[in-house]
C-alpha cells in the first residue's frame, strides 16, 4: 500500500492522542511519591485529579468552537504544545497549589485535542470509523507504557522526571505535526464564537432526538469505561485475590485487547452499521462482568478480562453514530459538546463505584456496572426491533 498524506495525518494525531494520554496517566503511579512530597492527603491529591479529568472533559466543547474559528491545525497544536508546558509545570511546582492549577491547565490542554482531531480525520477520510479506532489506540498503548516506564524512572530518580516523561515527548511531536500536517481551512472563519454558543444553539442541538439518544447511550457506556478505567486493579486484588503485580499485568492485558479490537470495531461500523456493533461490544461488556463477579480462579478473570477489552471498544462504533447525525457544518463544535456533555456525566462512575465498593464490597460495586450498560443495550435494540429512528 503506497503511504498517502491522509495517513500521515492519521500518524501524527494518533501520535498526539498517545501524548495527552501519556501526560494524564503519568501521574498516577507516582501518587505516593507526590503526597510525601507535599504533605497533603490522598484526599487532596484525589481532588487534583479529579480537577485533571473533569477540565480535560469540559475542554471539549470550546475545542470544537475553536477549530470553527480557526482550523483544527493551530487547536492540535496547542492541545500538544499546552500539554508539555502544563506537564513542566506540574514538575517545577515547589508548593501544592501550583501543582494543583497546573493539573488543571493539562486537562484542558489535552482536552483540547480529541474532538478536533475526530473532525480533521472525517475531513480526511471516507471510513471514519475506520479512521477514529485506529486514532483511538494512542489511549490503550499510553494505558499499557505509561504506568511502567513512569514507575522505572521514578525509582530511580524521583517522581518529578518521571512525570516529565510527558513533556519529553510533547514537544518533538509539536514539531513533527507543524511540520508535517497542512493548515485546513476553519468552517466557520467569520462567524463570533460567542454566536456558537449561546444557549439557544446548545439546546437545539442536544433536544435532536438522534443526538438525545445517541448521549444517553454514550453516558451509559462512559460511566462504565471511566470506572473501569480507574477500579480495575484494585477489584482484581480485592476480590480475585491477585497480587498487586498480576492485577497491574491484568490491566495491561486489558489495554492491549481494547487498542486492537477498537480497530476491528470501528471497521465493522463501517461495513455492518453502528449500533449492530455498538451491540455486540455491550453484550461483550455485560458477559464481562457477570464473569468477573460470579466465576473465580485464573480462567474467569482471563476470560473476564478479554470480554472486558472487546466490550469497552465501543467508542469507536458510538462516536461515528454522533457524526452520522452532525452536518459537515456543525461537527467541530456539535461534537465538542457532545463529548463534553458525556464524558462529564459519564465521570461519574468512578465515584459511584467508589462509594458502593466502601459500602457494599467489590462484587457488587462491579457487578452494578452491568446496569449502566444494560439499560443502553435494551435502548439500541428496541430503536432496532421498533424503528424508532433514533
Request: hydrophobic residues 55%; aromatic residues 12%; neutral net charge.
Amino acid at each position: 500500500m503506497q503511504w498517502q498524506y491522509r495517513h500521515t495525518v492519521l500518524t501524527l494525531c494518533t501520535l498526539a492522542f498517545f501524548v495527552t494520554m501519556v501526560a494524564r496517566l503519568a501521574i498516577s503511579p507516582v501518587v505516593p511519591d507526590i503526597v510525601d512530597d507535599f504533605g497533603v492527603s490522598n484526599a487532596i491529591l484525589g481532588l487534583a485529579l479529579t480537577l485533571l479529568w473533569l477540565s480535560y472533559s469540559l475542554a471539549q466543547f470550546p475545542s470544537g468552537v475553536l477549530a470553527d474559528r480557526f482550523g483544527e491545525r493551530p487547536i492540535i497544536l496547542l492541545a500538544i504544545g499546552g500539554t508539555g508546558v502544563a506537564t513542566l509545570l506540574i514538575v517545577i511546582s515547589p508548593v501544592f497549589g501550583l501543582f494543583l492549577f497546573s493539573t488543571l491547565l493539562l486537562g484542558c490542554f489535552a482536552g483540547l485535542h480529541y474532538s478536533v482531531a475526530t473532525t480533521l480525520l472525517t475531513r480526511t477520510y471516507d471510513d471514519i470509523g475506520t479512521a477514529i479506532g485506529l486514532h483511538n489506540t494512542g489511549s490503550p498503548v499510553a494505558g499499557v507504557l505509561t504506568p511502567v516506564v513512569v514507575a522505572w524512572i521514578a525509582v530511580r530518580y524521583g517522581w518529578r522526571p518521571a512525570v516529565a516523561v510527558g513533556a519529553l515527548i510533547a514537544f518533538p511531536t509539536l514539531v513533527l505535526f507543524f511540520w508535517r500536517v497542512r493548515p485546513t481551512p476553519p468552517r466557520r472563519p467569520s462567524q463570533p464564537m460567542r454566536d456558537r454558543v449561546d444557549l439557544k444553539s446548545v439546546t437545539d442541538l442536544l433536544s435532536r432526538p438522534p443526538i438525545a439518544f445517541t448521549v444517553f447511550v454514550a453516558v451509559a457506556c462512559e460511566f462504565a469505561w471511566q470506572a473501569t478505567a480507574s477500579f480495575l486493579p484494585a477489584f482484581l486484588a480485592g476480590y480475585h485475590g491477585l497480587s498487586t503485580t498480576l492485577a497491574g499485568m491484568a490491566f495491561g492485558a486489558y489495554f492491549v485487547i481494547q487498542g486492537v479490537v477498537q480497530i476491528v470495531v470501528g471497521n465493522a461500523s463501517d461495513r455492518v452499521g453502528r449500533d449492530p456493533t455498538i451491540i455486540g461490544c455491550l453484550v461483550a461488556s455485560i458477559a464481562a462482568f457477570s464473569v468477573l463477579v460470579v466465576g473465580s480462579g485464573p480462567v474467569a478473570v482471563a476470560v473476564g478480562v478479554l470480554l472486558l477489552g472487546i466490550g469497552m471498544s465501543f467508542m469507536s462504533a458510538l462516536l461515528p453514530r454522533f457524526l452520522d447525525h452532525l452536518s459537515s457544518e456543525e461537527q467541530g463544535m456539535g461534537f465538542g459538546l457532545v463529548r463534553t456533555v458525556y464524558g462529564v456525566l459519564g465521570s461519574t462512575g468512578s465515584v459511584g463505584v467508589g462509594l458502593l465498593s466502601d459500602g457494599f464490597g467489590w462484587g457488587i460495586a462491579f457487578g452494578f456496572l452491568a446496569v449502566p450498560t444494560g439499560f443502553a443495550l435494551c435502548a439500541l435494540s428496541l430503536n432496532a426491533v421498533l424503528d424508532w429512528g433514533y
